[in-house]
């Protein structure tokens, strides 16, 4: 390593200490990360929730929007040329 490398910890006892000191900011940087990543998830499936809680009632009986729909045939059967 090169002597210009920094570190939060230069002024600890040991090399021990230092590194151990280091990889565990490491650590609950990255679990910040994570937690914001899964914060955000979170909101995201909220804001979906209450945007379909918006809804009218009418809205849950709608027939299904896809075009293959109304065909009682198994998708092997559908020729797509």
């Known amino acids: 390593m090169s002597d210009e490398h920094f570190s939060l910890f230069e002024g600890t006892q040991s090399q021990r200490m230092a590194l ?8 609950l940087k990255g679990a910040g990360y994570a937690a914001v990543f899964c914060l955000a998830m979170w909101g995201g499936f909220a ?3 209450a945007a379909g809680g918006l809804l009218p009632a009418e809205s ?5 929007p896809t ?3 109304h065909l009682d045939l ?3 059967e559908l020729a797509y040329t």
């Open 20 to 27: 151990v000191g280091e990889v565990t900011i490491l650590m």
């Open 47 to 49: 804001a979906l929730t």
């Open 60 to 64: 849950q009986d709608a027939l299904d």
């Open 67 to 69: 075009p293959w729909s």
């Open 74 to 76: 198994a998708p092997s």
